[in-house]
């Protein structure tokens, strides 16, 4: 599958796609005639697992350590698994913040909204609390 169409596919810019490879984000490509890269099913697989971990918040040189430490065998399963690790405890983190940004946002659509029925905005309600 040419890049073109890989891009397509995922909605990756081209561009993406050659960082992504010049990083080592995905493996390198192998390259047809005409030096044109010929992206495989394998290939393809690499870059939704690279978007998926994207997703969850890995960082490029994330994604790079993941491969490496992939890629030089099951002696670096625990490695791998406390890398997985750490960015779970992140992601609970900051769904932890979201959360809480999330009530203060409604609330204030309450407070709002109960504004525009009253003609009085007011902040107080003895129910309400930020946690």
């Known amino acids: 599958m040419k890049i073109a ?7 990756i810019p081209q ?9 080592g ?14 992206y495989s099913e394998e290939d393809c697989k690499a870059i939704v697992f690279a978007q998926c971990l994207k997703a969850a918040g890995f960082s490029v040189e994330d994604i790079v ?9 099951d002696g670096t399963i625990p490695d791998r698994l406390a890398l997985m690790q750490r960015k779970r405890e ?4 900051q769904r932890e913040a979201l959360d809480k940004a999330l009530r203060l946002l ?3 659509i309450f407070c709002y909204e109960r504004a525009v029925e009253t003609g009085v905005l007011s902040w107080d309600d003895p129910n309400w609390s930020p946690e």
């Not at 169409?5 to 909605?11: F, I, L, Q």
């Not at 561009?15 to 990083?23: A, F, P, S």
């Open 5 to 11: 169409e890989v891009s397509e596919r995922y909605g």
């Open 15 to 23: 561009d993406t796609l050659r960082y992504y490879e010049r990083e």
């Open 25 to 38: 984000v995905i493996p390198e490509i192998k390259r047809g005639n005409g030096n044109i890269r010929d």
């Open 65 to 73: 350590e993941y491969r490496r430490l992939s890629d030089m065998g």
């Open 90 to 93: 992140d992601m609970v983190q």
């Open 106 to 108: 409604n609330h204030k």
